[in-house]
């Protein structure tokens, strides 16, 4: 499988609990369908290393190396990238967080120059060499560098979004605000919103109307108007079995493959691997 644009894509968005960690696991659990895909949990937190059931290993001693130690150059440690990825068995890598991440989190704050990280130490060695994609997990931390230490090294972004009061005002934020900023030194590309955790009432009908009328370049089919008149309705939908699959550690496709986000996650993996949503 030939794949003309290898892309770093982020799921972003400064607010927690929008679906970040649950977008990136399985929408990187499609991209498998498009080319290789390495899944990296940017977040010093560990969700995603926890929803692949390695939360044992983000608390091993605090002298286990992680990527951490790859990126900082003062570390005692010396790991190379194939020590520290991991095969998921779902078809796509991951490197895992660690909770000694932190204290990564406060030099990259204290060094400027520290914001390149990701890039040069993750993203340049392996996209397009071993993988086609390379999709970040990013950390909620508004304000701080690291967020756009990931933001730097892969700025194509999937933001996912709830419905209810100030979901629309927090996208022109993070538009307005780091994206606008990163915008002044490379090409940045929003992919998609991915409008999260919707059950059917007005919030998300109103959500899906002003995505529609103020951002049509951004919204995914499944989070179309033409949407609001079918059944099960648009956005990826509230779910248990969302819940449960990061419960037993695997995708959702791995624990419900007939679930209708099965196909909205491919769907968003599909954008990806577009280079964005196809208007024509």
């Given at each position: 499988?030939?794949?003309?644009n290898?892309?770093?894509?982020?799921?972003?968005?400064?607010k927690g609990?929008?679906?970040?960690?649950?977008g990136?696991v399985?929408?990187?659990?499609?991209?498998v369908?498009?080319?290789?895909?390495l899944?990296v949990?940017?977040d010093?937190?560990?969700?995603?290393?926890?929803?692949?059931?390695?939360?044992?290993?983000?608390?091993?001693?605090?002298?286990?190396?992680?990527?951490?130690?790859l990126m900082?150059?003062?570390?005692?440690?010396?790991p190379?990238l194939?020590?520290?990825?991991v095969?998921?068995g779902?078809?796509?890598?991951?490197?895992?967080?660690h909770?000694q991440?932190?204290?990564y989190?406060?030099?990259?704050?204290?060094?400027?120059y520290?914001?390149?990280c990701?890039?040069?130490n993750?993203v340049d060695?392996?996209?397009?060499?071993?993988?086609d994609?390379?999709?970040?997990?990013?950390?909620?931390s508004?304000?701080?560098?690291?967020?756009d230490a990931?933001l730097?090294?892969?700025?194509?972004?999937?933001?996912?979004?709830?419905?209810?009061?100030?979901?629309e005002?927090?996208?022109?934020?993070?538009?307005?605000?780091p994206?606008q900023?990163l915008?002044?030194?490379r090409?940045?590309?929003?992919l998609?919103?991915?409008?999260?955790?919707?059950?059917?009432?007005?919030d998300?009908?109103?959500?899906?109307?002003?995505?529609?009328e103020?951002?049509?370049?951004?919204v995914p089919?499944?989070?179309?108007t033409?949407?609001?008149e079918t059944?099960p309705?648009?956005?990826?939908?509230q779910?248990?079995?969302?819940d449960?699959?990061?419960?037993?550690?695997v995708?959702?496709?791995?624990?419900?493959?007939?679930?209708?986000?099965n196909?909205?996650f491919?769907?968003?993996?599909?954008?990806?691997?577009?280079?964005?949503?196809?208007?024509?």
């Amino acid at each position: 499988m030939a794949v003309t644009n290898p892309l770093a894509v982020d799921f972003v968005n400064s607010k927690g609990g929008v679906g970040k960690t649950v977008g990136a696991v399985n929408t990187a659990d499609h991209l498998v369908d498009h080319g290789r895909t390495l899944l990296v949990d940017g977040d010093p937190d560990g969700n995603a290393t926890d929803h692949l059931g390695l939360f044992e290993s983000f608390y091993k001693d605090d002298d286990a190396v992680h990527y951490g130690d790859l990126m900082y150059e003062d570390s005692d440690s010396d790991p190379t990238l194939e020590e520290l990825i991991v095969d998921t068995g779902h078809g796509f890598d991951f490197l895992p967080s660690h909770s000694q991440m932190g204290k990564y989190q406060t030099w990259i704050d204290e060094d400027p120059y520290a914001i390149f990280c990701f890039e040069q130490n993750i993203v340049d060695p392996l996209l397009g060499e071993t993988y086609d994609y390379i999709v970040f997990d990013s950390t909620n931390s508004s304000g701080d560098l690291f967020q756009d230490a990931v933001l730097t090294a892969a700025p194509n972004l999937v933001i996912p979004l709830l419905s209810g009061p100030g979901s629309e005002g927090g996208l022109d934020r993070l538009l307005t605000g780091p994206v606008q900023k990163l915008s002044e030194h490379r090409d940045v590309s929003v992919l998609a919103v991915m409008p999260n955790r919707f059950a059917g009432n007005n919030d998300e009908r109103q959500l899906v109307n002003r995505l529609s009328e103020d951002y049509p370049q951004f919204v995914p089919p499944f989070a179309t108007t033409d949407m609001l008149e079918t059944s099960p309705g648009p956005g990826i939908r509230q779910s248990k079995s969302i819940d449960r699959a990061w419960r037993e550690g695997v995708p959702l496709s791995a624990y419900d493959s007939e679930h209708v986000n099965n196909d909205r996650f491919a769907q968003l993996a599909e954008v990806i691997a577009n280079g964005g949503i196809d208007h024509e």
